[in-house]
C-alpha cells in the first residue's frame, strides 16, 4: 500500500489519499472522491506506508483510496471545462462589481464531476459574499465555494520568472508555501540589502530565505550573544556583530575602542 498528497488545484492545499495501484506515479493525475464531489488531482507526493501507520492516521480522520489513474478521456473533460474558464470568470467579476465586494478573482475550478465550481480570490481581511455565493449558484446551477488565498498564492498562479532568472520555486516543486519571516533574513545577514530585493514577485520575502535557514541556525549555536563583554586573544572587548559564514565575531575593544575580527573559537 502507497500513500499519496494529491493537490487538486494548484493554489489548494495537498489532500493524503491510499493508493492501491502500482501503475500510478508522482505527477500522474488520479480520479479521488472529497467529501463533496468527485475530482481529478496531481499525485504530488508517493511512499510506500506500513497497516500500523495507516491505522494511526485513521484515528484522526479515515483515510479514502485513490478510485483509478485519470485516463486520456478523463483529461479531455478537464480540457473542455477549461475552455470555459474565461466566460465563468467573466459572469463572477460582474457579480462581484454588482455586489460592490472589495475582492480580486484569481481562479475559477471544476470539480470533475461538473457539480461544484471552487472561485479563488483575495481580499483585505474577511468579506461578508453571502449574496454573491446566492447570486452565483442561481446563474450557474451549481455548487459554489468561495476560497480567499493570500498574495503568495496569485504569484504562483501567476507569476513566472524570478529574480533569479529561472521558474519561481512555487510554480515548479514548492508545493506548500512556509512561513518567511524577517527574522530569517536577519539570521542570514541580507536584511540590510532591503525589502525590494529580498521580495519575490508577490511582494512578499522570498521562499529561498527558508532553505538555509536551518544551516545558518546551527552555525550561529555557538555566537555569543551581541553586546556580551568577552575574552579576545587582544584583551577584553563587547560583541557588536557576527560573521556566520566566516565564523567569526566583531568585537570592540575595551582599551581603545578598536573593533578587531575574531574566530569564534578564540572568544570565551
Given at each position: 500500500?502507497?500513500?499519496?498528497?494529491?493537490?487538486?488545484n494548484?493554489?489548494?492545499?495537498?489532500?493524503?489519499?491510499?493508493?492501491?495501484?502500482?501503475?500510478?506515479?508522482?505527477n500522474?493525475?488520479?480520479?479521488?472522491?472529497?467529501e463533496?464531489?468527485?475530482?481529478?488531482?496531481?499525485?504530488?507526493?508517493?511512499?510506500?506506508?506500513?497497516?500500523?501507520?495507516?491505522?494511526?492516521?485513521?484515528?484522526?480522520?479515515?483515510?479514502?483510496?485513490?478510485?483509478?489513474?485519470?485516463?486520456?478521456?478523463?483529461?479531455?473533460?478537464?480540457?473542455?471545462?477549461?475552455?470555459?474558464?474565461?466566460?465563468?470568470?467573466?459572469?463572477?467579476?460582474?457579480?462581484?462589481?454588482k455586489?460592490?465586494?472589495?475582492?480580486?478573482?484569481?481562479?475559477?475550478?471544476?470539480?470533475?464531476?461538473?457539480?461544484?465550481?471552487?472561485?479563488?480570490?483575495?481580499?483585505?481581511?474577511?468579506?461578508d459574499?453571502?449574496?454573491?455565493?446566492?447570486?452565483?449558484?442561481?446563474?450557474?446551477?451549481?455548487?459554489?465555494?468561495?476560497?480567499?488565498?493570500?498574495?503568495?498564492?496569485?504569484?504562483?498562479?501567476?507569476?513566472?520568472?524570478?529574480?533569479?532568472g529561472?521558474?519561481?520555486?512555487?510554480?515548479?516543486?514548492?508545493?506548500t508555501?512556509?512561513?518567511?519571516?524577517?527574522?530569517?533574513?536577519?539570521?542570514?545577514?541580507?536584511?540590510?540589502?532591503?525589502a525590494?530585493?529580498?521580495?519575490?514577485?508577490?511582494?512578499?520575502?522570498?521562499?529561498?530565505?527558508?532553505?538555509?535557514?536551518?544551516?545558518?541556525n546551527?552555525?550561529?549555536?555557538?555566537?555569543?550573544?551581541?553586546?556580551?563583554?568577552?575574552?579576545?586573544?587582544?584583551?577584553?572587548?563587547?560583541?557588536v556583530?557576527?560573521?556566520?559564514?566566516?565564523?567569526?565575531?566583531?568585537?570592540?575593544?575595551?582599551?581603545?575602542?578598536?573593533?578587531?575580527?575574531?574566530?569564534?573559537?578564540?572568544?570565551?
Amino acid at each position: 500500500m502507497k500513500l499519496a498528497k494529491i493537490q487538486f488545484n494548484p493554489w489548494d492545499i495537498y489532500y493524503q489519499y491510499l493508493v492501491e495501484d502500482p501503475e500510478i506515479k508522482i505527477n500522474d493525475y488520479v480520479i479521488a472522491e472529497t467529501e463533496t464531489n468527485l475530482e481529478i488531482g496531481k499525485v504530488i507526493e508517493l511512499a510506500e506506508i506500513e497497516q500500523k501507520k495507516i491505522d494511526e492516521i485513521s484515528k484522526e480522520k479515515p483515510l479514502k483510496t485513490v478510485i483509478r489513474k485519470a485516463s486520456l478521456k478523463d483529461l479531455e473533460v478537464v480540457e473542455n471545462q477549461e475552455k470555459n474558464k474565461d466566460e465563468v470568470m467573466a459572469i463572477c467579476k460582474k457579480m462581484i462589481n454588482k455586489n460592490q465586494l472589495p475582492l480580486k478573482l484569481i481562479d475559477a475550478a471544476f470539480s470533475f464531476d461538473n457539480k461544484k465550481i471552487i472561485f479563488a480570490f483575495i481580499a483585505d481581511g474577511r468579506i461578508d459574499f453571502r449574496q454573491l455565493v446566492k447570486d452565483l449558484t442561481r446563474q450557474f446551477q451549481k455548487n459554489i465555494r468561495l476560497q480567499q488565498l493570500g498574495v503568495r498564492d496569485e504569484a504562483k498562479i501567476d507569476g513566472d520568472i524570478g529574480a533569479c532568472g529561472i521558474v519561481q520555486c512555487c510554480k515548479t516543486f514548492l508545493h506548500t508555501l512556509g512561513n518567511v519571516s524577517a527574522e530569517q533574513a536577519q539570521l542570514q545577514q541580507v536584511s540590510h540589502r532591503g525589502a525590494e530585493r529580498l521580495s519575490g514577485i508577490c511582494g512578499r520575502l522570498k521562499c529561498c530565505l527558508r532553505y538555509e535557514n536551518d544551516l545558518y541556525n546551527d552555525l550561529a549555536k555557538n555566537f555569543p550573544a551581541i553586546g556580551r563583554i568577552v575574552k579576545t586573544p587582544r584583551g577584553k572587548g563587547e560583541v557588536v556583530d557576527w560573521h556566520i559564514l566566516k565564523q567569526m565575531v566583531r568585537v570592540k575593544l575595551s582599551d581603545d575602542e578598536t573593533i578587531i575580527e575574531v574566530p569564534i573559537d578564540k572568544v570565551s
